[in-house]
């Protein structure tokens, strides 16, 4: 379990978060979203250990890690899928993997899946393919999935992913959510950074909103589907537009400016059930967790 509490941060002496207490406990996703510049990667760094905290607490499964460096924090079993991937352009991809499972942490075969080269590939098959090819010569989803399979080669119980999403066509932004599903399922805690709402409530357990550096809302996604108007609410002030499933803003719900007063949570037409989320007897059928996201069927 990843477990932080009154947690401050930031920069040159300037705090960018304020006492934030966040909990993801082993098999669940906590999908953190918040307008541009909340505060969102400040706090994955600082439970990454990139960033010094000021103050608070950083725990997984109970040891505490706040302030230690991030080779500590990663040998003590917390992996990074970092904002905009950070894959070496002139490694292959074998090199990338080969590297990355050099530094498993010290513990990794005594609790909790045992990530293998072969379990990852089997995970992430695209990878196989392209086992030659350098950083630079894969497109930004296998980049994407490349910078997951590196995480997973350190054998983390804590998996932090920084939007890896962003910039990824539709589908195969798709298929890393199906994929932090079943990381999930095999037992990791994964906090997942996540701009769209619309995205976050597919995949994840729970919901936290960070705005200015502050947690000021965190619930069951299911409590969100019922009522997503406050995490809207927050959303909205930035100008932050949250398109429906098809990609488009639904009438009436284009952005708010700052201080108009008016969450676009509610659009107009009359519907009681905000546009974002379609009501649940339309939605599709879960998809099934990929079996192969089980680190057992990895090789030794
Ligand atoms: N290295 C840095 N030095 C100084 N200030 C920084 C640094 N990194 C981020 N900040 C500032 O900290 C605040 C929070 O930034 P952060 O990147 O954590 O937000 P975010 O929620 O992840 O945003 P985005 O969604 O755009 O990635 C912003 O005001 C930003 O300008």
Redo the contacts with the bound molecule.
Sequence with gaps: MLRVSGLFAG??GGT?LHDVDLEVAAGRVQALV?R???????LVHAIAGLLRPYRGVVSVDGRDLAGRPAHRVARAGVGLVP?GRRVFPRLTVAEHLSLAASVRRPDATRSGPNWTVPGVLELLPRLAERLRHRGNQLSGGEQQMLAIARALLTQPRVLLLDEPGEGLAPELAARVREVITGLATAGLSVLLVE?QLQHAVEVADRIAVLDYGRLVFADSTAAVRANPAPVEAVLSVAGTAIPDRTGSVPSGQESTPIGSGSARSVPTGGTKRPALFPDPSEEDAPSSTPSSASPSSSAP
């Design positions: 920069y040159d960018v918040g541009n510049g909340a505060g969102k990667s400040t904002q701009q």
